[in-house]
């Protein structure tokens, strides 16, 4: 698609012929600055534990990250960090599934991944808490295993420093 509105018809398109249910929005900053969502369709979110089979010669990017489920609605308007915290129920633990059916960017062209659900292969919740409030969620300590070894032990690292950021 030739810009971002084009790339969210697809998206909604697809959802439609598929008759798939949204069960929650990924959603982002891109490199230009401009906001992004991509939906998570319900039948792809799993609790966890959690299990994935991959294809041979398949593979996923996995993304670990705070996900958070909305008491209410947001406006449709720019809002405040404050505004985005008064509307959150509890903060998630997530990890994100990513493949692009056509290719991850740079390869692909950052439209194209948009509009194939900003790659989203399916998402897992963890534990969750409705005293995140209390965090300081640019400096939370996020550690991951894969068969029992590390790759990846690091404090923060959310691309906006703040996971409230893409929200608002």
Known sequence: P???AGAMEVQRDVALRLGARVGGWKVGIGADG??????LYE???????????LAPGDHV???????FRLARDLPSRPTTREEVLA????????IELIRGRLGEPPAVP????????????????GGSTRD???????????????????????????????PIEPIR
């Open 2 to 4: 030739p810009e971002a």
């Open 110 to 125: 950052f439209l194209a991944w948009i509009a194939d659900n900003a790659g989203n292969a399916g998402y897992v919740t």
């Open 61 to 67: 990017l996995i993304e670990v990250e705070i996900a």
């Open 87 to 94: 509307a959150i129920d509890e903060a998630i633990a997530g």
């Open 34 to 39: 401009a906001p992004f969502a991509g939906p």
């Open 132 to 162: 995140f409030r209390n965090l300081d969620l640019t400096r939370l300590r996020c550690r991951l295993a894969v068969d029992g070894k590390p790759v990846h032990d690091k404090v923060g690292g959310h691309p906006q420093g703040d």
């Open 43 to 53: 039948d792809a979110i799993a609790r966890s534990p959690a299990t994935r089979q």
